[in-house]
């Protein structure tokens, strides 16, 4: 090979080598880790008959506030199954310590016998903060007593 030959071949070389892809390992490396969710529950309180909770799903400074209603235990012998629907009052309510709130929402739900997750509020508060969230279920008949968690957003 003479030596025009060997120039235009390095160069060539020199081109591909350099028109190459950069690695996956760079691209890895500046990518962010998912976050993590932490799901906080309250204590279970007993309201219209039912147990109830209020939880908080709580992702960097992202926070999904949600109540929950399920059986309170084992049926009594004799009771009739599967029990009659029941028509509930609900009212999920959130704030910030210090006094910012972060909404409420009222409805209406049906429970029958499965756990029932009742929405409301999504909302992003700053790393620090201390969520404060109240779950109240209220039937014709009885009232509600609310149940409530207090939740550390920690970014």
């Given at each position: 090979m003479n030596r025009i030959a060997r120039i235009a071949a390095g160069t060539a070389g020199?081109?591909?080598?350099f028109a190459a892809p950069v690695p996956a390992f760079a691209s890895a490396v500046t990518a962010a880790a998912?976050?993590?969710t932490v799901t906080t529950c309250g204590w279970s309180g007993l309201q219209a008959g039912l147990s109830t909770k209020v939880c908080a799903d709580v992702t960097g400074d992202s926070v999904?506030?949600?109540?929950?209603?399920?059986?309170?235990?084992p049926p009594s012998p004799g009771t009739p199954w599967p029990p009659a629907p029941q028509e509930l009052?609900?009212?999920?309510s959130a704030d910030v310590a210090g006094g910012t709130s972060l909404g409420a929402v009222n409805g209406r739900t049906v429970f029958t016998v499965s756990t029932v997750r009742v929405d409301g509020i999504s909302t992003t508060v700053p790393c620090g903060s201390t969520?404060?969230?109240?779950?109240?279920?209220?039937?014709?008949?009885r009232g509600p007593a609310p149940v409530t968690v207090d939740v550390p957003v920690v970014c």
């Open positions: 020199a081109v591909a080598l998912p976050a993590t999904v506030l949600y109540g929950q209603i399920g059986l309170a235990g009052l609900t009212r999920l969520v404060h969230a109240s779950f109240s279920v209220e039937a014709i008949w």
